[in-house]
């Protein structure tokens, strides 16, 4: 045989050496994307965490700084404003440069706000280091989903898990800090926090980023400011997360008040509101990714949910079972429409992914950001959750009547198939 034929062989064996280094890219990849989401959730909890943690520590901070509930309520004011500060922000820079290098800075930078925050028992210095964190977690947070709405074929599945992650470290806020002030003070739990969310930081070193980086110019903004189907997306948004996190940090004082709860007690109860949407969030993933329910069609029912959940809590008729059914609905409807928002922001044909998911995000934060102050002041002056709440259930109609308006603008502007919208 001459030494320019091939023979059967030897072709036999460089095909299955091809197959067997296909078979270990595939598996490689497929490894490289759960550890992307195993990092990215985990992050998720830490940094939400900070949503709820003060919650369970306002008496304790009422008392030793001398405030009222309504200055309690400015923790989430500031926080959520950070926030919705550098959203977009944080979209544009992970378009841009990657979302690696952001996540590295903004969790470092949370890190440091959480252990400075309680070094000094005064209610400006805390509220200073507050809405630095909120920048930071702001910044992660869309990076972060940025990170997941890149996966492919996992995306859906993705951001669903990230989003659940969310709801699982407010429900840990809300458990854990009650349990951990007798032995630490409310100072120390503070700085307990600050001192795990060290971890968020360190997790993004074992993550190796295919960067895929687009200019985000000012073009770019202005088209999402122009766009009908973002800002229905972000005030449907508003009876989500925005309407959920209001809630909950706000929720240990409805308990105890209402029904005269003991702090643990309120926190338990309390932190079952995002527990439950640890489950909801990634399944309103598989859900959509199952094509058993259409993107809108989720939202729809989600804000409904939501909405009609916090009127129960509003009632003034104080029925353990009215609360219970409230405190379900606002967990589901709050938390199930997740990945909806954030897929159909990331599927826009003119507008960037991570500049879309932040602009939605932005555009959904006055429910937290105005609610917790005023639902303090509001309870502090009449004694009553009726008007309180109230304020978010106007806000829940606001975001129920986006959503069901939501899907003609998409079906214009979306690269998703009309039938999945």
């Not at 948004?237 to 959920?244: Q, V």
Request: aromatic share 10%.
């Amino acid at each position: 045989m001459s030494h320019f034929e091939t023979s059967p062989l030897s072709s036999q064996s460089a095909q299955a050496v091809a197959t067997v280094a296909l078979d270990n890219k595939k598996q490689a990849d497929v490894s490289s994307v759960w550890l992307r989401i195993l990092v990215a959730v985990s992050m998720g909890i830490l940094i939400s965490i900070h949503y709820t943690n003060y919650s369970p520590l306002a008496s304790s901070m009422k008392t030793d700084l001398h405030i009222n509930s309504g200055e309690v309520g400015l923790f989430s004011t500031l926080l959520f404003t950070g926030m919705a500060l550098t959203y977009m922000v944080g979209g544009v820079l992970a378009d841009r440069f990657g979302a690696k290098p952001v996540l590295l800075a903004s969790c470092a930078v949370l890190t440091m706000g959480s252990l400075a925050q309680p070094l000094v028992p005064n209610l400006l210095w805390m509220l200073g280091w507050q809405i630095v964190i909120g920048f930071a977690a702001g910044c992660a947070f869309l990076a972060g989903a940025n990170v997941i709405a890149g996966l492919g074929r996992y995306a859906t599945l993705g951001q669903g898990l990230y989003g659940g992650s969310v709801q699982f470290g407010a429900g840990i806020g809300l458990l854990a800090t009650p349990l951990l002030l007798p032995y630490l003070g409310w100072r120390g739990c503070f700085f307990f926090w600050g001192v795990l969310s060290i971890a968020g930081t360190l997790a993004w070193f074992l993550v190796r980023e295919k960067r895929e980086t687009q200019q985000v110019g000012a073009l770019q903004v202005g088209t999402a400011l122009r766009s009908p189907s973002l800002w229905l997306l972000g005030l449907s948004h508003m009876g989500t997360f925005s309407l959920g996190n209001a809630i909950a940090a706000t929720i240990t004082l409805y308990l105890t008040h209402v029904y005269g709860l003991s702090l643990v007690e309120a926190g338990v109860i309390g932190s079952l509101t995002p527990i439950i949407g640890t489950l909801f969030r990634p399944l309103g993933g598989w859900l959509l990714a199952r094509h058993m329910l259409r993107s809108i069609t989720l939202l729809r029912l989600g804000t409904a949910m939501g909405c009609l959940g916090v009127a129960l809590l509003a009632c003034p008729f104080h029925w353990p079972w009215l609360a219970a059914v409230g405190l379900g609905l606002i967990g589901i409807g709050s938390t199930v429409p997740y990945a909806s928002v954030f897929n159909s922001a990331a599927n826009l044909r003119s507008v960037k992914k991570g500049l879309a998911q932040g602009f939605v995000s932005m555009v959904s934060t006055p429910p937290v950001i105005v609610g917790p102050p005023l639902i303090g002041l509001i309870f502090d002056r009449t004694g009553s959750f009726l008007y309180a709440y109230g304020l978010i259930v106007a806000f829940g109609c606001i975001a129920t009547g986006a959503a069901f308006l939501a899907r003609r603008a998409l079906k214009r502007e979306s690269l998703q198939p009309a039938s999945e919208i």
